[in-house]
């Protein structure tokens, strides 16, 4: 008893990290819709939010790893919540000047925070308590993150997009600044408290390698990460999740506001994605492993998410909301179950491999942007979700056949 005592603290203190995460994330569909008004922006542009922000995973994913080698991963959670209060601080001349790619620097810093803190935090979460027990606590940080994003977007989205709009968009701005001061306070007391608590040991090397490669066998004789063909496409799996994943529930506002719903109410369907992701983490809680195995589930998930989309783009109004809702509960399981199989059998690689998978995040910046270019050019953000149906397409062949393939 005294032993799992020894760990729920620091787990709790991860938790509280995974829902930072999540609040600092998920707010970026209400940006989008806020600054989309503003700034009097077309859906190309307005999806630069997305773009500045994932696209910092790309850029960090390798960089972060020597970072957190010479800080210690619980110093880097620190310097990580120091970043993200940089960017969010960014936001306050951002808005005094109404300039759009001054929150963008503010948003890429952020992003560049969270890709620390994302790198630095996820050991603890697997490696804090029982091995058996590891996938149970990663969807509980899941849970986590998600209910965030649930009370960032009502939070956030009550201030920024409910009540009269001012014809004057430095007075539209000035909505902005309290609450990213707050969140700068909160960001910079977290930091603090990670800095000084005693409740948060250092991971050794030893234990994270040895949790990297547990179950995992070691093929000595590929001398190139690149040559594992399951992390490849893994890489490319990735990519794609995370592009649908951020399409359905980051576009949800904007889309809903295009389909005549007022934004008092629109502001609001950014849960919708989230509230299916809780229950689809719920419900992978329970079923896996127990009553289904995670590749079945990752290729039910693939093509429900599939179904899901093809009725978001042929159903009307609500119905279509719904649709989108229904995509975020099919993509909860996703994640966990594409990384193991993408690591498998990378023995010394795992690492690089690791590095090379949060690059592919980078889906998150580059899908809503095609997504925005493509509702522009066609003059229909429903249609536009047909980018969604190749990508899920893509997961589903990873879940049946990618994931097997042992060489090129």
Excluded at 153 to 165: E, H, N, R, S
Excluded at 197 to 206: N, Q
Excluded at 274 to 295: C, D, E, H, N, R
Aim: glycine share 10%; proline share 4%; charged share 10%.
């Amino acid at each position: 008893m005294s032993k799992k005592n020894s760990y729920l603290g620091p787990l709790f203190i991860i938790g509280i990290l995974f829902f930072v995460m999540g609040f600092v994330t998920w707010v970026n569909g209400t940006l989008i819709t806020f600054f989309k008004k503003a700034f009097s922006l077309d859906n190309t542009s307005s999806y630069l939010v997305t773009f500045a922000f994932f696209i910092s995973y790309t850029v960090m994913a390798i960089p972060c790893s020597m970072v957190l080698k010479k800080t210690g991963f619980k110093n880097g959670m620190s310097l990580a919540l120091g970043v993200m209060a940089v960017g969010t601080l960014i936001f306050i001349p951002a808005a005094e000047m109404a300039s759009y790619p001054l929150f963008l620097v503010g948003l890429f810093t952020i992003g560049i925070g969270l890709t620390v803190l994302q790198t630095a935090s996820n050991p603890y979460a697997t490696i804090l308590g029982p091995r058996e027990s590891a996938a149970q606590r990663i969807s509980i940080m899941g849970i986590a993150n998600k209910g965030a994003g649930i009370i960032s977007q009502i939070v956030i989205g009550k201030i920024l997009l409910a009540g009269a709009t001012s014809s004057d968009p430095k007075e539209e701005l000035d909505k902005v600044a309290m609450p990213y001061m707050i969140l700068t306070a909160i960001l910079i007391g977290l930091a603090l408290l990670i800095k000084f608590s005693k409740g948060l040991t250092e991971v050794s090397e030893e234990e994270e390698e040895d949790s990297s490669e547990a179950g995992s066998h070691v093929n000595v004789e590929k001398s190139s990460v690149l040559k594992y063909p399951n992390l490849v496409l893994g890489v490319l799996a990735i990519f794609c999740y995370v592009g649908v994943e951020v399409l359905a529930a980051d576009t949800i506002i904007t889309y809903g506001v295009s389909l005549g719903f007022p934004e008092t109410e629109a502001s609001f369907f950014g849960t919708y994605p989230l509230v299916g992701m809780l229950i689809g983490y719920f419900l992978g809680i329970v079923l896996i492993p127990k009553f289904v195995s995670q590749q079945a589930y990752l290729i039910f998930s693939a093509i429900l998410g599939m179904v899901a989309a093809l009725f978001a783009i042929y159903s009307p109004g609500f119905t279509s909301i719904i649709c989108l809702a229904i995509a975020g509960f099919a993509n909860a399981v996703i994640w966990p179950a594409l990384w193991p199989l993408a690591l498998h059998g990378l023995g010394k690689f795992t690492k690089i491999g690791s590095a090379l998978l949060v690059m592919g995040i980078s889906g998150g910046a580059i899908i809503p942007v095609a997504y925005g270019r493509i509702a522009d050019s066609i003059q229909s953000t429903q249609h536009a979700y047909w980018i969604m149906i190749p990508l899920y397409i893509f997961i589903l062949y990873f879940g049946l056949v990618g994931h097997k393939k042992k060489s090129w």
